[in-house]
């Protein structure tokens, strides 16, 4: 391993990592990234909306992956509450505002190896053990792994994770909350086609949402009481396959589960500054989301996007105090703008306040019949301008 002062580094082998790593190369910089080369043990999907496939097609990886995603060409939400108040049927189509499609939902296994592909093909140095330590100072960060590689760069890209050591090494604090959910998450085949709509049913416990996947299958976001959670992934895939026919309402007929089932705890995360001592914070190390709305890695890659531009911005050194504070101050109002939003989202799910419940129906119904109104809520979701 060289002692060569690198321009950045980036901790962390999600995809928010590794497109920061090759968008800061496409920039001119000498980049290590620090990951082991381990594919995803899971079978989820990401949805990519609007500016993260742009990033993606930045990135060249879009070519390789579209073939193996689907079209998110229309967007429902379906109030599934049994509330006195309850909000109207929305749907959002992308021809509303001149797209084709407003995303993708991309198996994440497909996506990070494409990435893992683009890394090697652009010449990145890859150190594949674990960081043990990360010692920032006035000049560089230096990172020491588990197997003795050390490296320097002027700037660090923190992208390893929602528990960061990089975070923690910058001295950035959180705000951290969790919520009485967890998702049991399943692919599942069905008989009919589902027209690639995405319907996220709203019920008193969370989104049940089915997501569009190539051919005749979806993926299931089910979001419950931990308890409940726990005891639908325990039932035989038949029983499971009825849970979701039944709570689908059948719109895409008939259902099997295929592949594996896992449960997440649902929680939220928010840095408080996004970069400080030449680390800038990426993904899951700067804020965690509830599945909801897709904003979670959307958001990711969209600090990827805004880290390589202070690397394009401050070549000579991308990990200034200037440098530093221009990345903070171009995270800050997206994240947590997304961060009131679904957060408030998701509450307004799980009170029975009345008022509240009015609300949220109120919002719904003035979206779906004022046509600006609802062309700007698709168009901020989209591509945000902050």
Same mark, same amino acid.
């Given at each position: 391993?060289?002692?060569?002062?690198?321009?950045?580094?980036?901790?962390?082998?999600?995809?928010?990592?590794?497109?920061?790593?090759?968008?800061?190369?496409?920039?001119?910089?000498?980049? /290590?990234?620090?990951?082991?080369?381990?594919?995803?043990?899971?079978?989820? /999907?990401?949805?990519?909306?609007?500016?993260?496939?742009?990033?993606?097609?930045?990135?060249?990886?879009?070519?390789?992956?579209?073939?193996?995603?689907?079209?998110?060409?229309?967007?429902?939400?379906?109030?599934? /509450?049994?509330?006195?108040?309850?909000?109207?049927?929305?749907?959002?189509?992308?021809?509303?505002?001149?797209?084709?499609?407003?995303?993708?939902?991309?198996?994440?296994?497909?996506?990070?190896?494409?990435?893992?592909?683009?890394?090697?093909?652009?010449?990145?140095?890859?150190?594949?053990?674990?960081?043990?330590?990360?010692?920032?100072?006035?000049?560089?960060?230096?990172?020491?792994? /588990?197997?003795?590689?050390?490296?320097?760069?002027? &700037?660090?890209? $923190?992208?390893?994770?929602?528990?960061?050591?990089?975070?923690? +090494?910058?001295?950035?604090?959180?705000?951290?909350?969790?919520?009485?959910?967890?998702? &049991?998450?399943?692919?599942?085949?069905?008989?009919?086609?589902?027209?690639?709509?995405?319907?996220?049913?709203?019920?008193?416990?969370?989104?049940?949402?089915?997501? *569009?996947?190539?051919?005749?299958?979806?993926?299931?976001?089910?979001?419950?009481?931990?308890?409940?959670?726990?005891?639908?992934?325990?039932?035989?895939?038949? $029983?499971?396959?009825?849970?979701?026919?039944?709570?689908?309402?059948?719109?895409?007929?008939?259902?099997?589960?295929?592949?594996?089932?896992?449960?997440?705890?649902?929680?939220?995360?928010?840095?408080?500054?996004?970069?400080?001592?030449?680390?800038?914070?990426?993904?899951?190390?700067?804020?965690?989301? %509830?599945?909801?709305?897709?904003?979670?890695?959307?958001?990711?890659?969209?600090?990827?996007?805004?880290?390589?531009?202070?690397?394009?911005?401050?070549?000579?050194?991308?990990?200034? $105090?200037?440098?530093?504070? +221009?990345?903070?101050?171009?995270?800050?109002?997206?994240?947590?703008?997304?961060?009131?939003?679904?957060? $408030?989202?998701?509450?307004?799910?799980?009170?029975?306040?009345?008022?509240?419940?009015?609300?949220?129906?109120?919002?719904?119904?003035?979206?779906?019949?004022? *046509?600006?109104?609802?062309?700007?809520?698709?168009?901020?979701?989209?591509? %945000?301008?902050?």
């Amino acid at each position: 391993m060289s002692d060569d002062l690198r321009d950045v580094a980036v901790v962390g082998g999600g995809p928010a990592g590794l497109v920061a790593a090759l968008l800061a190369r496409r920039h001119g910089a000498s980049v /290590t990234l620090i990951a082991p080369n381990t594919p995803p043990r899971d079978e989820r /999907t990401v949805a990519m909306l609007g500016a993260s496939v742009e990033i993606l097609q930045e990135t060249g990886v879009w070519a390789s992956v579209e073939a193996k995603s689907a079209p998110l060409r229309t967007m429902r939400i379906v109030d599934a /509450t049994r509330r006195l108040i309850r909000a109207p049927l929305v749907e959002f189509h992308a021809h509303e505002v001149g797209r084709e499609a407003f995303g993708y939902n991309i198996p994440n296994a497909v996506l990070i190896a494409a990435l893992d592909e683009a890394i090697e093909q652009a010449g990145i140095e890859r150190v594949t053990g674990f960081a043990s330590e990360i010692l920032p100072s006035e000049d560089s960060v230096r990172v020491v792994t /588990t197997d003795g590689a050390e490296v320097r760069a002027k &700037l660090l890209g $923190a992208a390893d994770g929602r528990r960061s050591k990089a975070r923690d +090494a910058a001295g950035l604090a959180v705000r951290s909350w969790s919520y009485p959910q967890a998702a &049991l998450v399943a692919n599942i085949a069905h008989s009919r086609p589902h027209d690639d709509v995405s319907t996220e049913f709203h019920t008193e416990t969370g989104p049940f949402t089915i997501v *569009p996947m190539p051919g005749l299958r979806s993926a299931i976001v089910c979001v419950e009481s931990p308890a409940e959670a726990e005891r639908l992934s325990k039932l035989d895939d038949e $029983a499971l396959a009825a849970e979701f026919e039944r709570r689908s309402r059948s719109i895409v007929g008939k259902i099997t589960i295929a592949g594996n089932r896992q449960v997440f705890p649902l929680s939220g995360q928010t840095a408080r500054h996004f970069a400080a001592r030449r680390i800038a914070l990426i993904g899951e190390a700067a804020h965690v989301f %509830p599945p909801i709305g897709a904003q979670g890695l959307n958001l990711g890659l969209r600090d990827a996007a805004a880290f390589a531009g202070v690397v394009r911005d401050h070549r000579a050194d991308p990990g200034s $105090a200037e440098a530093i504070s +221009a990345y903070d101050r171009a995270r800050i109002g997206d994240v947590l703008s997304r961060t009131t939003a679904v957060d $408030a989202l998701n509450r307004t799910l799980l009170t029975d306040f009345l008022p509240v419940q009015a609300l949220r129906g109120v919002g719904l119904y003035a979206i779906d019949r004022l *046509p600006k109104l609802k062309r700007l809520v698709m168009r901020q979701g989209l591509t %945000p301008h902050l």
